[in-house]
Each structure stands twice: as C-alpha cells, then as structure tokens.
C-alpha cells in the first residue's frame, strides 16, 4: 500500500461538536434584569417635541442568555445544517427538553417556538425547588442517546461499530453562586456520567460517553462583581474537561458566545471590504461598507500556513480575542459558465445578519450573482483568493487557487492519441451528451427496483454506446438523417409499439431508398477512386444497420422485432418488400400513393414475374412471413437460420457486445442468407447483379439528398 | 506533485567505494548514477513532474529551478562540486522557501533527499537540530513539518548496517516521523556498488513515480488514459474509515452536466487525462477501413491517427461547456472538462471531489442523479430553459429567512420604528404594520421579552393620542387594538401568548 496518503483537513466526524447540549438556566433569579438598557423610542428631532420619551427596556438575564443562545445556534445551523445538532434544555423546578438529537428538530424556528411555550422564569417561584441541577442530569442523558448519525454508522460498520464514538459538549448559562458551587456542579455531572455510561452498556439505544465538554457560562448583572472567576479548559476526569467563563449579561455575553462558537466548530471570520452599497437617503451617492462573514477556518488554510495573515489585512478587536481576515470586493463578473479552479467551499454565516450591508451584500448574492475577492498584499499587487457565491439559497465562500499550477502547460490533446483525427463526430457527441444528462432524483422517485439513479445513467450511456463509431468515416447510417428515428429509438430501454412502428417505416423508407437508387453519404476518404458503388454501399449501410440493431436485439422482444424487419427487407427479393410495404400502407391509411402510383402499374408486372420466381423457389415459410403483417412478431423469421445450424453465437444475448462477436454476427449473418437465395444473385452474373434496372431507366437521375451532409 | 532533490555535497559524499578490480568510485558518484538514473526515469515515463535540483553543505544552493527539462538537471548533476560539512537543517529551510515561494503552501510536493547518512556533527548536525527543535522560538523553527503536504524520500547511499552503527538511523526515522510520517527511508541491499545504487532507485521509482494508468469508460466506449499527477489514496475520517481510499483503475462516466450547473465546485486535486496507446489492434469499424499498410508509420503517428474517445469527448465537452461526472471508485466522485491552458492548447482534465455522496451540497446525493429521460417531466424544461440544479435545501439559511436578532441595540430600534413608521400610515399601511407588529411579537415571546411588548403597547396608544385630526377614523381602532392585544400577550396567558398566535386586524366598518 502506498504509504502517502492525502489527509482530508476534516475534523473527526464524532468529535465533541457532533453533539451540544445547551443547558439554560430558568430559575427565580434569572428574570432580574440585566440592567442593560435599550432605549427603544427613538424619536426623531421633528416629532420629538414636547414628548416625553418612553422609558428604555431592559432585558432580562434569561433573555441575554436564551437570544445569545439562539444566535449561537443560528451561526451554527447556517454552516453546518446537518451533523452538528444541539439539544436545548431549560432547567428551573424540574428540567424542559425543548427538541431531540433528530434532524428534523434542528431548527431555529422550533426552537424558538418552543421557547415562547417556557415563557420568561416566574421570579415568584420557590428558590429552593429550583436548580439548573436538574438540567444539567438530563443534559448527560440526553449525550448518551444515540443520534441518527451514530446509529446509521453504527449499522453500516456492524463489528467494527465501536469505531463510532460519542462525544459531546455540555454549554451552561447560568448564574452560580461562587466557584464551590461551580466544584460542585463539575463533580455532579461527572458521577452522572459515570452512572449513565453504566446504564448505556446495557441499551442499544444508549452509547456511553467518551468524553465530554463542560463549558459553564456565569451569567451575571452589569454592574456587579463577579462571584465567580473565569477558569481556562481543565480535565476533572479523563472523561470530563470543564472551563468556566464568567461574563456580564449583555453584548458582553454575545461576543462571548460568538467567540465560543468560533472555537467549538473551527470557524473563522472574515471581513468583505469595499462593498459599493447605495445610500437610503441618497439613492444615487453609493458608499463603502463592510460585512463580517462566519466561515470554517479552512477557508484561511493558505494564509495560516504561509503564515500570510498580516498581509491578508487581519484586524484584531476586542482585546485580542477575535481576529478577522479582511478582503477586498471585485466588481462582480456575470459568467458563469466559467469554472474556476476552487479547493474549497464553505458556508457562510453573517455575524450581525440583519444589519442593512449584511442584508444587502447576502440578498445581492442569493439573487444568483457571484463576487470574487481579493486578498490585500503589501506588494500592492492584486490576487484574487476567494469567491462568494450562492448555490439553492446556501452562500458559500470558494477559495480559489491562487498559487502557479503544476499542470500549466501541458501538451496540447492535438499532440497526443488520435489528436490528428480530424473528423471526430463532435456534433454528434455533444446531442449524445445532452441526451444523457443527468438531473437530481429525490428519494421518493426512486426506482422500487432498488437501482439507484447514477447506476440507472450508466445503464442508459452503456445502451447508447453499443455502437457508436466515433468518427464521421466509420460510418453510414448515423450521417443519414433517414435512420435518425430508428437510431434514437432502438438505444430505448422498451419500445412502445408505435416506436417498433416508427422504426419499421425508418426501415421502409430505406427500402424505399434503395429502390430509387438514392445516393447515401458514403465518406470516400481513404478509398481511393470514386470508391466503392452504389449497391455496395447500400449493402454497408444495410450491414452497419443491422450491427446497430443487432446490439439491442436481445433487449426486448420489440427490439428483436425491429431486427427481425431488417432481415426480412433486406434479404428478400426486392418485391417481396414492396409488397409487404403496401400491405402495411393500405393499413396504416396513409396516403402516399399518390407518390408511387404513376409506377403501380409496371412495378405489379415486375413483380408478377419476380413473385413467380420467388414462388419456385419453394421456400413456403418464407411466404408466409411474406403475408404476415409487419405489426405481429415474426418468430418463423427466426427459424430457418436457428435450425440451418450454430449461427446464433451465445453472445446476442448479452447486452455488450464486443468487437469480435459483432464481427462474427456479420459473417454469420451474410452466411445465414446463403441458405435461401437472393433472386438477384440467381442470376448474377460473376456474383454481381444491378438492382433495379428498370427503375434507373424509369427514374433517370431523379436523386435525392437523403444523407446529411457530410462534415 | 513537484519534486525537489536534495542532494548532500559534503566532503563525506567523496568517500571512495572499494570495488574490487575495477575503477574506484566516491559516494557522490553513485548517487549521480542512481539520479540520472531517476531523471531518465521521469523524461521518459513522467515527464510532466516539475522538478528542481539543490545541493546542500553546510550552505545551500538551488542549481536548477523547477522544471521538466531533464536534460538541464542531468547537467547539473554533472557539474557537482565538492563542498564542507553537512547541515541538513538549514538545507531544508532552503527547500521550505523555495517550494512556498513557487507552489505555495498548498501543493503537496516530494522531497528526494540523497545523503551518505553522515549526517554533521555538534552544532548544525541532524543530532543537535532534533535534539534542541523542541526548544526554540517561533522565528527559529525546525523547517519540519513543512508548511505545505510533503512526502520525504531519503536514500541513503550506505546501507542499512552501517546507518545503525551511529545513530544516524535513528535521526532519519524522527526525521521523517517530524515530516509528517509521508516517506520513507530507502537504503542500499547488500554491498555499494552501481548496482545496488540502481536497485534502490528503482524501488524509489515503483514507489513514488510510476505512472498511474486507468482506463476511461463511457458505456461500451473507452480509452486507455495516464492520470498525471498520480491521484493519491485519500483517508476521509481517521477514525470511522482509517483506510485510505485509492482511485480505481476504472473511471467510469455516470452522465454529463452544464458548466452553469455544476458551477466552480471544491476540488481535493485536479489531474491530466491523457489517451495512451496501449499495444492493441487498431478498432477499425465499417467503412473507410483500409487494410493495406505501404510503409510501416511510427507508433506515435499511428496513435495519432487513429481516434481517441479521449480526444472525442474533450471535443464535445468543449463545445458544449459541460463536465462528465465521473466514478473514480465506490462513493467517490469527479468530473471531466476541457481546460485550455491558452488560446490553442487545451486538454481534458480530471477534478477530484471530496470522497462521499455528497460531495456539493447544490447537486444532491451523486448516486440520485439519473438520466434526464426518466424522470416524468423534462427537468430541464422542453425548450432546455430551467435546470433543476441547484439543488434546494430543506430549510433556509438564517440570512434567507429575515430571522429576527436583537442582539444590538440597533436591531431592537430598527425593528420598533418599522413599526412606528407603518402605525403613522395606518390604514393603508395595515397588512404591513400587524406583519412587523406579529414578527416582534414572536420574538419578545421567545425571548420572555414580555416588558418590550408592554413598552410597544404604550408606544402605540401614545401614537394614537398623537394622531392627528386629519386621521383616519380606522387607525385609531388599530392603534388601540394592537396595543391592547400586545398587552394580553405580555401576561404570558396562553390564550393570547401563543407563538404561533397572530394579531389580525381588527374588523371596523371602515375597514371593509
């Protein structure tokens, strides 16, 4: 095995981000007002006369923590919408589980709904009974149940199931007493831990914990001391590690927890610069703004490793603890049909989402317009790093290779095999393309028969490509606009009847071909002379037909019956596909006599004499196919040759077919005719006899362009 | 993935090879062997690889910049003088700066190191450099691991007995354990001798300079192809999947998609598809075949001239700016496209995703994209005006939903005054103004924000005393009636406190 391996920047897949329990306290104490005060009636200089303005809001400390809690989610639900899930628990006088592990549940909406349902805590409600204890059990519970991930991981890894771990992160906003009191939560939850590992060994639906995150939020009033100290990440337990933040209610809190999130699932920021947003006041003055975006780290992998971060514009804010990466807006471009050579794509998520640059800069984009950026170098020379983008309502940011390609300058696809091709049916391949294009399948489309949709459309391009010449010399009949019906259908999974009756008229209307002698788009490349005649061409073009159909015959019965009439047309005298022509015309009522009725009268005396040929030759069974109708199966068709000896090689009835037996399906099949004689070779003189000849004196050179042109 | 070779020029490099009976050699001079021995290698059979060539002392020099003119580099190799003593830390400082100042940090690269295993003494040896790595300041870092993917490769020109006598050995292994773990150490079989120098390059070129070869399927039409770089296994989760996954052999078309639809999607690595010729008798079908031979072409001008689908589909491809999806192996994907490298060259390259189903999120799962001609109505419209990419998530992104946060102050006030600003142009603003009213609403009652609702009640009946005579009749009904239903909610009672309760306008007989 290849020691070098490519290692994928991914974070473990059940690493304590897979699950975040949030555990919000709701005791009495909680409704005390932040004392934060938002003054909410802003009157403007005109109106404000003489009014007395309301006094100003403040919320309380259960709305700082529930709303910083939300965003929190929200930035997390924007970048990672599955995967990541959060469990939201409410604790006072006993605990409030406000959604599940399940995807379904993860939602901002709901949980918000289901906040409106717990209300604000009831400040006279018994202190004593009420305790954020309570939710922090159910939080440890809550980590040993097994999410929808776990289990589908679990199940397709079956004995190697204990790959699966389980890990978690435990995120409490409360407001605790003192640093005892923070002990002894910490030793609460890790004696939980402990009892309900013990119960998960026993349940397939419990998993025990591996490891577990506590990060406690102290919550408390502005204005006030502390009464509890900030502790750095410490481990209580191998199974246990806890860090302790001690935060005033208020924007404090929510840059706070903004900061958490960033840390807990790898996200970095960076801040779009130079956005031309037009005035609201002003509609035709436009200034410079500036957008904060939230994004995994990975988007910066470049200038981490190069150690380029100072070049890129970081900023520093707020003591140090947040740093943004600042790019630059390009004018956007409108094509989009460009692909740009992209290593990466991450989801965004507006900090202050909305704020009017942020809306407008995210409506700007989900309008389908794309933004490329550009990374601020001292040099002063301009590289274009990133690009915004959005896909189905999702923005991304792309990181864009920016570095020399290892690739550059390769030899040119003319210079290498079959570069000097020249006639490349390129055209053709491009219909084929569109053709087999491939379009999203949902889950309740599916086949029932189990197959999914990708190996569906490799069926359909392997029934496509059963033959396929790849330049426009090789063949015939795919440069004949005549054969285009029957040559889109017969690639069909099942023929309907009337798509064995559009194939049989194709076959007809060649017939018909041949017997006014019409010249076919025969490429004289490579032959020297005026190459090779017109019979013999017809001969090819039926050959090359028969090759095409033959690779499909075996599908169905319809498609064998589409054979079966080439046979029959072509291996009969001439005036037996005549005639069995205007028996299908009289049924079909269509009106085309008009075209060969001038002729009627000495094509019946030709034929009379023809038939009476035909009818020496005894051959009763052919007669009889002769009378069947073109719309019913004609298994007598088949039987001459199958009991003449082993003509059928075993391979017709594979799908595929190769080179060989296709060649081999030729040669039998121009000797299964030897065994009942063309008319014409009767009486042909050195194996050679002009078809028709009284046809070319009737018709002179009445001939049609029936090919296409060639290319 | 560009090559750097390392070469050590110090004295110790000069050290004479008994052979016996024959020509006397210095160490230096097997090394060259096997290098040229490398070089021709990769002219012939890897000859895209980016390649440069340093030579290392105490100081380093970079002799040859990267390039693919073997020529050039086998020249060099030719002229190496003999320098000092050697300093493998330094050296491969210089090896960090030249690979990030040509291919940035992101380009995995390969980095040949030739040595005697002699690796220097006290200050400046391999000894001193590990031993003190762990110590030093940011600006002084061991160069290891590189800011950019490496494999290391050491060939030593010793064997591995005489490595072991010192710790020489022992160095190199925590070298490469520093490196990142991607390498491996080769040393000489058996005795020194342009042999055994050979068979240790040899093992150096099956392991790391083989040329991959697969062949390109769509349906029953192919082509034999060279990948080039060689796509390397990929472990997607350490944990769950250890195992690396390699690119099949067989590379499969699934369908074809617009370039529109695809659009710019995050690749792990991008790769040439080159056609080869692979000694096969030339597929001659129907007409225009000629059998007679006059004179006997060149292998390389019979390639050329007989067709590729290669060359057929980068036709098409091309034409039509579309990309095959391709199967690179179970649950992995990529796609394949015409790149123009300029105006007249161009050539069909491979873009690998992300290993997995899912690998861009606007195309869906890859296993439930089927043929456009099985789904019941023509997903991209009859006249091939819609497309039904992208694909749509289930929920909207916060930004896609005008989520309410009032975690600024800003955004509390911006959201009271829309609704102060439609109260004052009730009633013709009514729809709009119980639309903002009911959007606070909810989210003062999730957030148990009951005394901003109490305070936009009082807002509001200030507004209706402010009305002026002119007024319509009915926005004081309003006025009052939101009010008063804002102030029912701020009770909490779930009769009038439901989040999913709204206020609806009252009916007044002005209103109708």
């Known amino acids: ?711 | 993935m560009p090559t750097v070779v390392l070469m050590d020029v110090s004295l110790s490099m000069t050290r004479p090879v008994s052979l016996d009976g024959s020509e006397e050699f210095q160490r230096k001079n097997l090394a060259v062997h096997g290098l040229n021995m490398l070089f021709e290698h990769m002219a012939s059979n890897y000859r895209l690889e980016f390649t440069s060539l340093m030579a290392f002392s105490s100081l380093w020099e970079l002799l040859v910049p990267f390039t693919r003119d073997y020529n050039t580099l086998q020249e060099a190799l030719s002229n190496l003088e003999d320098y000092d003593k050697t300093c493998l830390e330094a050296a491969l400082q210089g090896v960090s700066n030249v690979v990030q100042q040509e291919w940035g940090s992101a380009c995995p690269c390969q980095v040949v190191l030739v040595t005697d295993g002699s690796l220097g003494i006290g200050k400046g040896s391999l000894r001193h450099s590990l031993q003190t790595q762990k110590h030093r300041g940011e600006d002084k870092k061991f160069p290891l691991p590189f800011p950019f993917p490496c494999k290391l490769f050491i060939l030593c020109v010793a064997n591995a007995e005489e490595l072991q006598m010192s710790d020489a050995m022992d160095n190199l292994e925590e070298l490469l354990r520093i490196s990142g773990g991607e390498g491996q150490i080769f040393t000489v079989e058996g005795s020194l001798c342009m042999k055994s120098v050979q068979a240790m390059f040899g093992k150096l070129i099956d392991h790391a300079y083989s040329a991959f070869h697969a062949v390109l399927h769509c349906g029953n039409l192919s082509s034999d192809v060279q990948v080039f770089p060689r796509p390397e296994p990929v472990v997607v989760d350490e944990e769950v999947e250890p195992i690396p996954r390699a690119v099949s052999t067989d590379l499969e078309i699934v369908g074809f998609i617009e370039i529109s639809d695809i659009s710019s999607p995050p690749v792990i690595t991008r790769h040439l598809v080159l056609p080869i010729a692979v000694n096969k008798d030339v597929d001659e079908v129907g007409a225009g075949a000629t059998d007679e031979l006059e004179e006997e072409p060149s292998a390389s001008q019979m390639a050329g001239k007989s067709p590729n689908f290669c060359v057929l589909l980068h036709g098409s491809l091309k034409v039509e700016g579309m990309v095959a999806v391709v199967q690179l192996g179970p649950e992995w994907f990529g796609m394949l496209y015409s790149q123009a490298d300029s105006k007249k060259k161009s050539n069909l390259m491979l873009s690998v995703f992300d290993p997995g189903l899912q690998p861009l999120p606007w195309l869906g799962k890859m296993s439930h994209l089927g043929p456009t001609s099985e789904a019941t109505e023509n997903p991209f419209g009859e006249d091939d005006s819609k497309s039904p990419f992208p694909v749509q998530p289930p929920v909207k992104r916060s930004y896609a939903q005008n989520i309410t946060v009032w975690i600024k102050a800003s955004g509390l006030q911006t959201d009271v005054q829309k609704i102060l600003r439609n109260a004052r142009k009730l009633p013709d603003k009514t729809q709009t103004f119980y639309k903002e009213l009911n959007r606070l609403r909810k989210a003062a009652l999730a957030f148990g924000f009951w005394e901003l609702l109490k305070g936009v009640a009082d807002l509001l009946e200030r507004e209706c005393t402010l009305l002026p005579d002119s007024a319509h009749p009915d926005a004081a009904f309003q006025l009052s009636h939101a009010a008063q239903q804002l102030k029912l909610a701020s009770t909490g009672d779930p009769q009038f406190a439901g989040y999913d309760h709204n206020i609806i306008p009252m009916h007044t007989d002005f209103s109708s």
Not at chain 1, 420 to 431: A, M
């Open chain 1, 1 to 711: 095995m290849d020691p070098f391996i490519l290692q994928l920047c991914k974070p473990k897949m059940f690493s304590v981000s897979h699950k975040t329990v949030f555990v919000v306290d709701h005791c009495p104490y909680m409704a005390e007002s932040s004392r934060q005060q938002v003054e909410c009636d802003v009157l403007t200089k005109s109106r404000g006369q003489g009014l007395i303005p309301l006094a100003p809001v403040s919320k309380s400390l259960w709305t700082c923590a529930v709303e910083c809690s939300m965003e929190y989610c929200r930035i997390l639900y924007d970048i990672y919408p599955k995967d990541k899930l959060v469990n939201y628990i409410v604790s006072d006088s006993e605990f409030h589980t406000l959604n599940s592990w399940r995807q379904e549940e993860q939602s901002i909406h709901g949980l918000m709904s289901a906040l409106a349902a717990v209300g604000p805590p009831n400040p006279r409600e018994d202190p004593e009974c009420c305790s954020i204890l309570h939710g922090l059990v159910a939080a440890v519970e809550s980590l040993c149940k097994i999410t929808e991930l776990q289990h589908e991981r679990r199940t397709t890894l079956m004995d190697m199931a204990d790959r699966v771990a389980n890990r978690g992160r435990i995120i409490c906003l409360t407001n605790a007493k003192s640093d005892t009191h923070v002990r002894m939560l910490e030793d609460y939850i890790q004696e939980t831990i402990l009892d309900q590992n013990k119960l998960a060994a026993g349940s397939d639906r419990l998993m025990a914990i591996q490891q577990c995150d506590l990060v406690l939020v102290h919550i408390y009033p502005q204005g006030e001391d502390t009464l509890v100290s900030d502790r750095p990440k410490k481990e209580v337990s191998p199974l246990l590690t806890s860090e302790v933040h001690s935060v005033r209610a208020g924007r404090h809190l929510a840059t706070k927890l903004n900061i958490l999130v960033q840390q807990h699932f790898d996200l970095a920021s960076t801040t779009i610069t130079n956005i031309p947003m037009k005035e609201e006041q002003h509609a035709n003055t436009s200034a410079n703004y500036d957008v904060e975006l939230l994004h995994h780290r990975d988007a910066h992998l470049e200038f981490f490793k190069s150690g380029d971060l100072h070049m890129a514009g970081t900023s520093t804010r707020e003591n140090g603890l947040k740093e943004t990466i600042t790019l630059k807006w390009c004018t956007p471009r409108t094509n989009s049909v460009e692909l740009y050579y992209c290593t990466g794509a991450y989801r965004i998520s507006p900090t202050d989402v909305n704020s009017r640059p942020s809306s407008c800069l995210t409506n700007f984009l989900l309008n389908g317009r794309s933004v490329l950026l550009e990374q601020p170098r001292k040099s002063g020379s301009k590289v274009i790093s990133h690009m915004l983008s959005s896909h189905g309502g999702e923005i991304f940011l792309h990181v864009l290779n920016s570095n020399r390609s290892i690739l550059e300058d390769p030899p040119s696809i003319s210079e290498g095999c079959g570069g000097r091709v020249t006639d490349y049916r390129i055209t053709d391949f491009g219909e084929f393309m569109r053709e087999n294009r491939l379009a999203p399948f949902t889950e309740s489309s599916l086949d029932p028969s189990g197959k999914p949709p990708a190996e569906r459309a490799k069926a359909q391009l392997e029934r496509h490509t059963r033959y396929w010449p790849m330049i426009i010399s090789q063949t015939t009949i795919l440069n004949m606009q005549a054969v285009v019906p029957l040559a889109n259908l017969i690639v069909k999974e099942s023929l309907s009847e009337e798509d064995v009756l559009t194939c049989q008229k194709t076959i007809y209307n060649l017939v018909d071909m041949e017997r006014k002698n019409d010249p076919l788009p025969i490429s004289t490349v490579g032959s020297r002379g005026k190459g090779p005649k017109r019979d013999e061409q017809y001969r090819t073009m039926w050959n090359e037909l028969e090759t095409l159909v033959k690779t499909h015959a075996a599908d169905t019965d319809r498609h064998q019956r589409v054979l079966d009439c080439i046979v029959a047309c072509r291996s009969k005298p001439a005036e037996d596909e005549d005639r069995k022509k205007r028996g299908r015309k009289r049924e079909d009522r269509e009106d085309r006599t008009d075209k060969s009725g001038g002729k009627d009268a000495e094509d019946k005396s030709w034929q009379d004499s023809e038939r009476l040929k035909g009818l020496l030759d005894k051959d009763e069974q052919e007669s009889e196919v002769i009378k069947d109708s073109p719309d019913s199966p004609e298994p007598l068709n088949k039987k001459p040759r199958l009991s003449t000896e082993e003509v059928q090689p075993p391979e017709r009835a594979k799908g595929p077919v190769s080179l060989l037996s296709m060649w081999t399906n030729r040669i039998t099949a121009a000797n299964s005719r030897k065994h009942q004689e063309f008319a014409g070779r009767v009486n042909s003189v050195n194996n050679k006899f002009e078809l028709y000849q009284q046809l070319k004196e009737e018709n002179g050179m009445d001939v049609h362009e029936n090919g296409k042109a060639s290319r």
